[in-house]
C-alpha cells in the first residue's frame, strides 16, 4: 500500500524535511517517491478539487504556492491508516502532542 503526504511549504521554510522524513521513516515505512517542486496554482486547483466549494479554497491553493512543497510517496503495511494517526486532525489545536500537526504547525492553514 502506498499514500502520498507533501510538506507544505512553511514546513519547508522551517527546515523540518528532514525530521518529518525521520518521523515516517522511524515508523518502518519505506520513502518510495521524493519531489521538491514549486506547485503552481494549477496543478494545486486540480490536486484540491474536491476543496474547491469550501470557503477557505483559495487561500489553500495561495498558501500552497507561496514556497517549494516536498511531495511524498510512502509505502507499507496499513500505510494510510499510520499515516493518517501520525499526521494528526487537520486543526492542529485538535492533534495531540507526538502527532505532527501537534508538535510542528501553527495554523490551520500552515
Given at each position: 500500500e502506498r499514500t502520498f503526504v507533501a510538506i507544505k511549504p512553511d514546513g519547508v521554510q522551517r527546515r523540518l524535511v528532514g525530521?518529518?522524513?525521520g518521523c515516517f521513516e522511524r515508523k518502518g515505512l519505506q520513502l518510495v517517491g521524493l519531489?521538491?517542486?514549486?506547485?503552481?496554482?494549477?496543478?494545486?486547483?486540480?490536486?484540491?478539487?474536491a476543496l474547491r466549494d469550501r470557503p477557505f479554497y483559495s487561500r489553500l491553493v495561495k498558501y500552497m504556492s507561496s514556497g517549494p512543497?516536498?511531495?511524498?510517496?510512502w509505502q507499507g503495511l496499513d500505510v494510510v491508516k499510520t499515516v493518517?494517526?501520525?499526521?494528526?486532525?487537520?486543526?492542529?489545536?485538535?492533534?495531540?502532542?507526538?502527532?505532527?500537526?501537534?508538535?510542528?504547525?501553527t495554523e490551520?492553514?500552515?
Open positions: 525530521e518529518l522524513i519531489k521538491l517542486l514549486q506547485a503552481s496554482e494549477e496543478l494545486l486547483k486540480e490536486h484540491y478539487i512543497v516536498v511531495a511524498m510517496v493518517r494517526m501520525m499526521i494528526g486532525e487537520t486543526d492542529p489545536a485538535d492533534s495531540r502532542p507526538g502527532t505532527i500537526r501537534g508538535d510542528f504547525c490551520v492553514s500552515k
